[in-house]
Every structure is written in C-alpha cells, then in structure tokens.
C-alpha cells in the first residue's frame, strides 16, 4: 500500500521508521494487542534476539488471519525492560522488516506481563476497502 511516508528536513533522519505515515482515504485499520516471545507450545525463548523473532512471527500471524501483511503497518511501539538489549533487538526489527519502517515509538519500561518478556511490540495496519 502506498501510504504518504514522510521525514521533514528539519528533522534528524530516522533509523528504522517515519517520523509520520498517513494512510490513503478509505482505509480500514487493525489494531494488534501487545505480542510477547509467547510460542503455541514450549518455553518462552531466552535472549532478545530469540524473543524478538518470535515476537515478529507473532504479529505476523495475527496481521495475517485478517488479510494483512507487515507493509500494512503504519504505527508500532516497541517495550523493552532492558536498554542493553536495544542493539540486539533493533539488528532483529531490521533483518525482519528490511524497507518496510513503519511510524514507532521505542520505550524503555520496568516490566512485562511476565518476568520472562523482554519486549513486548504492538501495531496498527491499515488496508484500504
């Protein structure tokens, strides 16, 4: 979808996003609860690099069953409880998403759901009708 991505001049140049993406006339949005490193069966994946994939997967999956894909995001925030664990996590989001950068907000906070999260990601596509 070719939703209006911009970075204004006056700005310093973003890393991994937008600072602003507005969504063509006619969309219709997809709001994704926070996705944790959660698998279907098994342990919670140790290390931000591990859990970060699993993450990515995550939202894939829930994008998907509604008919949406990563280059339908237009706003992501990330939660992460540990400020080392950035660049780890940061290499992963742009292995991942590649060209796709989505408007974000990256936030350093004192703790997850569960003590085993280290990050937690949620997001809003829009698609057009």
């Known amino acids: 979808m070719a939703h ?9 140049f973003p890393q991994n996003y937008h600072h ?3 969504a ?5 949005y997809l709001f994704v609860a926070g996705q944790t490193a959660t698998p279907k069966s098994g342990p919670i994946p140790q290390g931000i ?4 994939e699993l993450v990515f997967s995550n939202m894939q999956k829930v994008l998907a069953e509604s008919g949406y894909g990563f ?14 664990d950035r660049d780890g996590y940061q290499a992963v989001r742009s292995r991942v998403w590649g060209d796709i950068k989505p408007a974000s907000t990256f936030l350093l906070v004192s703790g997850l759901a569960s003590p085993d999260y280290l990050l937690e990601v949620e997001c809003i596509a ?3 009708v």
């Open 4 to 12: 209006k991505r911009t970075n204004p001049d006056s700005l310093s």
């Open 20 to 22: 602003s993406i507005e």
């Open 24 to 28: 063509d006339a006619g969309c219709k």
């Open 49 to 52: 690099e591990a859990q970060a």
């Open 71 to 84: 280059e339908d995001v237009v706003f992501m925030k990330s939660f992460l409880i540990n400020r080392e």
């Open 126 to 128: 829009a698609k057009k």
